[in-house]
């Protein structure tokens, strides 16, 4: 079967947020049973130098009263999968992917607009129509419904089918009615059925209409985003599709996230030898600026965008509290203003607790899962997440929220079983009494090396996963036939 991937993001050649992994992962994982894989992504000032070459001269999109043109880069072949690269300068060649200070691009729709229709366009260009065009989130949800509203006459796609699938469903792409005609969208959409949302367009509406089946990146945030509570206004148009609705939890990629083979450690090691991952803390610790490492201190955790999605306010409201415990706490990461200064602030009055670098720093990621003790997400929703996943595989004991994804890949430790801390109610005095359960089944060894155990040895790799999704693409090819 042939799948075409539309992405704004994916690794190695882009990345802001776990968007980036799973269309760097999945793909690989599908080619492995036997489909035929292709990825198409934007071409970013950040895209690395040398990772494309020219594959044609142009493309010539009808947006709006006039024209826009592309040129399509080969972007390689690897694992299976087929990379080809929308170049197209006035829109990409910028210091972000998104957003430049923390503000989004003001012409982000028609950005994604040349996107989307440089795809539809590109694939076009082969002999074969793909059996399945699969794309993410807001930025190509413009994919379905330029296929239903401007290509629905164009016989070379009749036998194709779309899955869209929800990786945050906080982020919906809401622009003035008056963009419509920018994009080549009839005003005709602009009303309670289609686009419309509380006097705005809104895409990813939008993609959940327009595509034949939709999937979200956990089993419980698929049960979550149908209610008002974590459904953004949209949980009414996801009810209605309620029949064409599944969630998959998102699997890693353990060739990437594997202590036993990271070659950005500083010693390996594997739930049979965990000599390595003293070795990792102690570099961890010298890496951040402590000057002599207290090793049986327990090091915490967080790599993350700094948003109040992630729970980065009960972290504020506690942060006193934790500066008063023997721990450190090491945080990777950037997002906004607030968050940002509090990891700031707090790094300046407790350098020798509080270790922060505000920065996106793959590496340094690495090092963080494979010298932490413990792993810190206690996000207010969270449709999958992957730290979590990566800390299993790394003993770095996750401390979670019991939401969306957090919920289905942590088990909460009984003293035997279970593989982490969750909490329940969203609140700092939840989320401190989390950190103190962690921090008491520490201070006894036994236990806590069964609990590390008991993590490293969970398998989230990305061929269940993928093979949920390839179930998926069966059942749509079958009902287009």
Not at 210 to 229: G, H, M, N
Request: include cysteine; charged fraction near 20%.
């Amino acid at each position: 079967m042939k799948v075409v991937f539309v992405a704004s993001e994916g690794v190695p050649f882009s990345k802001t947020g776990g968007l980036a992994d799973v269309v760097g992962a999945l793909p690989k994982a599908l080619a492995a049973l036997g489909h035929e894989v292709e990825v198409i992504l934007p071409r970013y000032r950040l895209t690395p130098q040398g990772a494309s070459v020219p594959y044609a001269k142009s493309l010539t999109l009808a947006l709006g009263s006039g024209y826009k043109f592309a040129a399509v880069q080969d972007g390689g072949r690897a694992h299976g999968v087929q990379t080809f690269l929308i170049d197209c300068p006035e829109y990409f060649d910028r210091e972000g992917l998104y957003q430049l200070k923390g503000e989004d691009y003001p012409d982000n729709a028609h950005r994604f607009a040349a996107f989307s229709m440089a795809a539809l366009e590109f694939m076009k260009h082969a002999p074969a129509s793909p059996d399945i065009i699969h794309c993410h989130d807001w930025q190509t949800a413009l994919v379905p419904i330029y296929l239903r509203n401007l290509y629905q006459e164009d016989a070379y796609y009749g036998k194709s089918s779309v899955v869209f699938t929800l990786h945050n469903l906080g982020y919906q792409g809401l622009f003035p009615p008056h963009l419509l005609p920018q994009i080549s969208l009839h005003a005709g959409l602009f009303t309670i059925d289609g686009l419309e949302y509380y006097g705005m367009v809104n895409l990813l509406k939008g993609g959940i209409i327009f595509s034949d089946f939709i999937t979200t990146v956990s089993s419980k945030y698929a049960k979550e985003i149908q209610t008002p509570e974590f459904g953004y206004g949209l949980e009414g148009v996801l009810r209605s599709r309620a029949a064409h609705l599944q969630g998959i939890v998102n699997g890693v990629d353990y060739e990437e996230w594997d202590p036993s083979t990271d070659k950005l450690l500083a010693a390996n090691y594997t739930p049979a030898d965990l000599e390595g991952k003293e070795a990792c803390k102690k570099a961890l610790l010298e890496a951040m600026g402590v000057q002599t490492p207290v090793l049986h201190r327990p090091v915490i955790g967080i790599v993350s965008r700094f948003a109040s999605q992630k729970g980065f306010d009960l972290i504020s409201s506690i942060a006193e509290q934790l500066a008063s415990l023997d721990l450190y706490v090491v945080a990777l990461g950037t997002g906004e203003p607030a968050h940002e200064e509090l990891f700031r602030t707090m790094a300046a009055k407790y350098p020798e607790k509080f270790l922060v670098k505000i920065a996106y720093d793959n590496v340094l990621a690495h090092q963080i899962e494979a010298g932490s003790d413990m792993f810190l997400m206690p996000s207010r929703y969270e449709p999958c997440g992957l730290n979590q996943i990566y800390s299993l595989r790394y003993g770095a004991v996750p401390i979670v929220r019991a939401t969306g994804g957090l919920d289905d890949t942590i088990e909460a430790f009984d003293g035997n079983s279970g593989t982490g801390f969750k909490f329940q109610a969203y609140s700092p005095q939840a989320l401190l009494a989390a950190i103190h359960a962690a921090l008491e089944t520490y201070s006894t060894p036994k236990a806590w090396h069964r609990l590390v155990q008991n993590g490293m040895k969970k398998d989230f790799s990305w061929t269940t996963s993928a093979q949920a999704y390839s179930q998926i693409y069966e059942t749509l090819k079958k009902a287009k036939a």
